[in-house]
């Protein structure tokens, strides 16, 4: 069990530190391959997930220590204050969004929220 967290840890750690890799190149692409979708997401976190079960526990070992010492790294902390951040306000514009297309959809997004919800001043 113990080896699934971390194997989910590292494949978490790597999809984040590729982010700033892939935003670069996809950039450069055609605006149609932009749009990955959560589903493909999912499918190559499965993918890494998988490879990082098939190295060997010394790979495994190295994999960890880096990821740990990465974490530790204060640009690597700015970055993920900023990522999460960014996600927060996509939310919360794409939440504004969806009650102005549909103001009756207020009350089926609260039922829906998870974890913290947003000011009242920010959903208006």
């Given at each position: ?38 589903g ?17 526990p ?53 039922r ?13």
């Open positions: 069990m113990e080896l699934r967290k971390f194997s989910l840890l590292v494949a978490t750690a790597v999809a984040l530190s590729l982010a700033s890799t892939l935003e670069a190149e996809d950039a450069k692409a055609p605006a149609e391959s932009q749009d990955m979708g959560v493909e997401l999912a499918r190559q976190m499965r993918e890494r997930q998988s490879k990082i079960g098939q190295l060997s010394e790979e495994q070992a190295t994999l960890q220590a880096a990821h740990e010492k990465a974490m530790a790294d204060p640009a690597v902390r700015v970055a993920m204050a900023n990522r999460d951040r960014a996600l927060q306000e996509l939310q919360i514009t794409f939440r504004k969004a969806m009650v102005k297309a549909d103001p009756e959809l207020t009350s089926i997004l609260k829906v929220m998870i974890g913290q919800r947003p000011s009242p001043n920010r959903t208006r």
